[in-house]
């Protein structure tokens, strides 16, 4: 983990939130390199499960709705977490995370656990009264139910069909940490797939079986280390309490084998009760029976800022020795922040700049699947393919002396560190040989 903070520090994916007030604690910002990473994440995840999907749609939904949302939802009620408190150095922690002791001080006595709603409450409007109250979401998925009729009544879906979202959360959690692992503000990507009432328990679970796949295949994709990859069935006393299944997909992180992503089946528990609540119709008319059902949903649900961790950690590999020594970012050449890098190879020489200037900004303003391409003159060459291996710059085009005579250049692999000569302009095609990597 300390390597992956420092890397992620000085190479600009994360830095810590508010650095020059002295940190604001569990509160990260994300860096050059981090906000492109996490963009490709959320680009690879929209493509994937809305864009390419028929039975898909994407919306993105208000972070502050009507508090009613949440009354209906069971959070005003249930969204909390057992808080105890350290009698004797008052430090508060999450009553089912505590082994023993006090983690700070040791001690030994806590306080009766009471339930410690996590919803960040705010006020809207300049009156600060009870009834200008209202709470920053602590899901996305909320959003997508009270939108269901709305989805129906302007667009031609039909059953099963899934809505989906990405966008932050807030949870006032009551022991984050972790690094970004756990955090007050984050991001999910969420999807809520709509079923018929299911007439028996295979039809549900065929749904759910089709999801656990394809999360399984999203995270082979991203390049999210299968053998750190778990699966923990939830059991009912533990679920959500709108749950009837769930299975947690565990990833074994530094700090222990913790949650990476959810899977549940949530029944018709939120369209009924905001059908309840909120007295409106929510039902769908089958077209070929004519009849009015509540559909069912299951959901699964990816953090984003989760996702970048574990496809850090998935890639963060240290090899050779000595003057061999090196670390390298295996990220997915698609995930990463550049595509490729040109240098040429003297920075005092104009001819080699100018003609991997020229080099650089074609590929600019080629196809965008293989951008952004860095550019880097300082140092030696060595130096500067290193510095592209930690950052996961799959490909290093180099600009020489032989360029200017026949138009080739040699082009580094990231992983083997093999050179070979290509015509500038087959570049495309071999960046193109990367990217399907
Ligand atoms: P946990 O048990 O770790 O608190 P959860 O079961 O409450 O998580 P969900 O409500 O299922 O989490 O949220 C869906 C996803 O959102 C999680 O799988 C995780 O990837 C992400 N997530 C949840 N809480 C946080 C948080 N505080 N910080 C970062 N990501 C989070």
């Known amino acids: 983990m300390d390597a992956i903070i420092s890397l992620a520090k000085r190479r600009g994916f994360v830095y810590p939130g508010s650095d020059v007030y002295g940190g604001l604690a569990n509160s990260w910002d994300y860096g050059p390199l981090g906000a492109e990473l996490r963009r490709n994440i959320k680009e690879a995840w929209w493509w994937r499960f809305v864009q390419k999907r028929d039975d898909v749609v994407g919306i993105e939904t208000a972070l502050i709705m009507n508090p009613k949302v949440w009354q209906a939802s069971g959070h005003l009620a249930t969204f909390s ?3 105890v408190e350290c009698k004797k150095c008052h430090a508060r922690y999450r009553a089912d995370q505590l082994e023993g002791a006090c983690p700070s001080c040791g ?50 879906v039909k059953l099963p069909f899934g809505i989906a979202q990405i966008g932050k959360a807030f949870r ?14 984050f991001e999910q990507m969420e999807i809520e797939y ?12 065929n749904v759910f079986e089709h999801w656990r796949n394809e999360m399984h295949a999203w995270m ?20 959500a309490h709108y749950s009837k299944r769930t299975i947690d997909f565990m990833f074994a992180f530094p700090f222990g084998v913790k949650e990476l992503y959810g899977l549940a089946y949530r029944t018709d528990f939120d369209l009924k009760n905001h059908m309840e609540q909120s007295g409106k119709d929510l039902s ?16 699964p649900t990816w953090g984003v800022d989760r996702t970048l961790l574990a496809v850090l950690l998935s890639a963060y590999t240290e090899e050779g020795e000595g003057d061999d020594a090196r670390v390298v970012l295996k990220l997915k050449p698609a995930l990463a922040p550049f595509k490729a890098a040109v240098f040429p190879l003297l920075k005092n020489k104009p001819e080699l700049v100018a003609k991997a200037k020229e080099v650089r900004s074609q590929l600019m303003d ?12 300082r140092g030696n060459i060595g130096k500067r393919y290193l510095a592209q291996d930690e950052i996961g710059t799959p490909a290093c085009i180099t ?18 560190k093999e050179q070979r000569r290509v015509a500038v302009a087959d570049l495309p095609s071999v960046l193109g040989e990367f990217l399907a990597r």
């Not at 769908?284 to 959901?299: A, G």
């Not at 080629?366 to 003159?377: K, S, T, V």
């Open 81 to 83: 977490d057992p808080l």
């Open 107 to 156: 001690g030994k006595e806590f306080s009766e656990a009471r339930q410690f709603n996590l919803m960040f409450k705010t006020f809207i409007g300049p009156a600060e009264e009870a009834a200008n109250v209202a709470y920053l979401r602590p899901e996305t998925a909320q959003g997508m139910f009270v939108n269901v009729k709305n989805v129906l009544d302007s667009n031609r």
């Open 172 to 185: 006032n959690e009551i022991t984050p940490g972790n690094f970004i692992f756990r955090t007050r503000e």
């Open 194 to 205: 709509f079923i018929r009432p299911p007439a028996n328990d295979e039809e549900w679970q």
């Open 220 to 239: 082979r994709d991203v390049g999210i280390d299968a053998a750190r990859v778990s699966e923990f069935e939830v059991p009912a006393e533990d679920r």
């Open 284 to 299: 769908y008319l089958d077209p070929e029976t004519n009849e009015r059902t509540v559909p069912h949903c299951v959901e």
């Open 366 to 377: 080629g196809d965008p699947r293989l951008l952004p391409i860095a550019w880097d003159d």
């Open 399 to 416: 600009v020489d002396f032989q360029t200017l005579e026949d138009d080739t250049v040699t082009i580094r692999d990231r992983d083997t």
